[in-house]
């Protein structure tokens, strides 16, 4: 059967107060995406107002000028399509919905009101919101046993990436009207953010509806550039690193991750097909070695994790204090074959091929273009499909190996524990990570 190739056509324009437009054109599909993305996120906090980009993000549902409470403001957005909806992360917040086609012109009305005029209306009925979810992070002891915390705060310390997203008690009690008005118009400007559209629709189209909406916009403040936060990492460490969480759960989980490179950085390609390696279905190394030949753990993760200028590799299991010792004897073993060894043929081209499988999944998700072609003007550059599927067939195995090598080195492991480990369990894991 003979398989139809989709090209994917995308465009990038500047309007002239600043705002990148970027229109992803997938005319084989029936469906849209809208996205916005602001240079907005927990490391553009201090101590003192933590948690604000995610408070802010709730608070924009909150009602604008026009809609003076979110369910009208929502209602509206239910009209043209699925829920307006959004997230923050470390170096920026998005937001996104997905209108029907005949609706785009209506959407982008909508959100142009939602960014421009919000009002911050019942913030104490939200605040209540944000801490019922800060409380769901604790555990009995009220201590926040998120594994990925901890390790931000090991590898991070000082920085605003050690500290939670969502802010602490403290801080989303004290956030205030006049403190969110300050962030949003200190961040929420043309210059700091990227709107995106792909579907069924073409760029001349969408340029003009983005300048009829958008153009009034203007930046009060200086944009943040993309290399905004080159620098604001201390230098990498020089030795082993450990963190141990005592939490009642019944299983430990457990972290070792290795300092790594940005998604900006020549390896970052790399560095997805090593993780791949170790853990992409049931015949990965991982998978097969801890669970379907030993069955030592139910779930194991292997990922690379990347922000503009720094990154880690990150494994992670789960797994029961009786045998905690053996998991983590075999994983440093299994790393360290890695290491000496390299993949085999077999594994190179087998992860190359469900790289594949992924690229060309990615022509029928609007979500996920618009993710490809819109984030990475916040701090990087575009990968279209074809160069990063062209970029993945010239990764060799001696490349994957000199990476391996470079990255899975002492020096830069860390080690975060949360569960119920013992003093003596702790010793016993310490030891077996220095001879690493």
């Known amino acids: 059967m003979e398989v139809k190739e989709f090209a994917l056509r995308y465009f990038k324009d500047l309007l002239p107060n600043g705002l990148t437009v970027v229109t992803v054109e997938m005319p084989h599909i029936h469906t849209m995406e809208v996205s916005m993305f602001v240079r907005a996120g927990l490391r553009f906090e201090t101590l003192k107002n933590n948690g604000i980009s995610h408070f802010l993000e709730h608070m924009m549902f909150r009602g604008n000028q026009k809609y003076s409470n979110s369910i009208s403001l929502n209602m509206e957005f239910e009209k043209i399509g699925r829920d307006l909806r959004a997230s923050t992360l470390g170096e920026y917040t998005q937001y996104g919905f997905s209108p029907h086609i005949s609706q785009l012109d209506k959407g982008m009305e909508l959100f142009a009101e939602f960014f421009d005029s919000p009002t911050f209306p019942e913030i104490d009925l939200e605040r209540g919101i944000i801490l019922e979810e800060y409380y769901e992070e604790l555990n009995e002891e009220g201590v926040n046993v998120d594994i990925n915390n901890h390790a931000c705060k090991l590898l991070y310390p000082e920085t605003p990436i050690s500290w939670p997203t969502i802010g602490t008690e403290e801080t989303i009690k004290a956030i205030n009207v006049e403190m969110l008005r300050d962030y949003y118009n200190a961040h929420y400007i043309p210059g700091n953010m990227v709107l995106a559209v792909s579907g069924p629709i073409e760029h001349d189209f969408n340029l003009s509806v983005a300048k009829k909406y958008f153009s009034t916009f203007s930046n009060a403040v200086t944009p943040v550039t993309k290399k905004h936060f080159i620098g604001s990492i201390p230098e990498a460490q020089a030795q082993p690193q450990f963190l141990f969480q005592q939490d009642s759960d019944s299983q430990i989980e457990l972290q070792i991750c290795f300092r790594s490179c940005s998604y900006n950085h020549e390896d970052f390609l790399t560095m997805g097909l090593i993780s791949r390696i ?55 073993e299994e790393i360290k074959t890695f290491v000496t060894h390299g993949p085999t043929d077999y594994e190179v081209a087998h992860v190359k091929k469900r790289y594949m499988f992924d690229l060309d999944s990615e022509l029928d998700d609007p979500y996920k273009q618009v993710v490809r072609y819109a984030f990475p003007h916040l701090y990087s550059e575009e990968l279209s499909v074809e160069e990063e599927r062209n970029q993945i067939e010239m990764i060799s195995k001696e490349k994957i190996m000199d990476v391996a090598m470079k990255t899975f080195v002492p020096e830069v492991l860390n080690l975060i524990l949360v569960g119920p480990y013992t003093p003596e369990l702790k010793v016993e894991l310490e030891k077996l990570i220095l001879k690493y």
């Open 278 to 332: 170790f853990d992409d279905g049931f015949t990965s190394r991982l998978q097969r070695v801890l669970r379907e030949e030993r069955g030592l753990v139910y779930s194991v993760e292997c990922r690379a994790t990347s922000m503009s200028d720094i990154g880690t590799m990150d494994f992670d299991v789960t797994v029961r204090p009786e045998k905690l010792i053996e998991v983590t004897r075999v994983l440093l």
